[in-house]
């Protein structure tokens, strides 16, 4: 099991921007991938971006060009940029470590897009 501690999110206006952080207590190198998850009210789970060990990145379309995943191996950290905020990214999210048949989850961070 991997332990996730997230951290960043809060309230800001729409055309803002938040970096959200997460901290795992393992090496990344032992994580096949890591990934942010967001949860809106009544919606599913749903992905939003992933880094895969070997540093190879994807997003899902709603974010593409706004939002960059990013990684510090030395320091087990895994960052989500959020620029161009909308209403609409307005979730709870979420930390992802993929072990293959061990998946470990954050406790989540609230982001509110609202002016």
């Known amino acids: 099991q991997v332990q996730l501690v997230e951290d960043g999110g809060g309230l800001v206006q729409p055309g803002g921007s938040l970096r959200l952080s997460c901290a795992a207590s393992?090496?990344?190198?032992?994580?096949?991938?890591m990934a942010w998850f967001r949860q809106a009210p009544g919606k599913q789970r749903e992905l939003v971006a992933v880094?895969?060990?070997?540093?190879?990145?994807n997003y899902a379309d709603s974010v593409k060009g706004r939002f960059t995943i990013s990684r510090d191996v030395a320091k087990n950290m895994v960052y989500l940029q959020m620029n161009s905020l909308k209403p609409e990214d307005t979730a709870v999210y979420y930390c992802?470590?993929?072990?293959?048949?061990?998946?470990?989850w954050g406790q989540g961070t609230q982001v509110t897009v609202s002016s």
């Open positions: 992802n470590a993929d072990r293959g048949a061990i998946q470990s």
């Open positions: 393992r090496s990344l190198f032992t994580i096949a991938a």
């Open positions: 880094v895969f060990s070997g540093g190879t990145t």
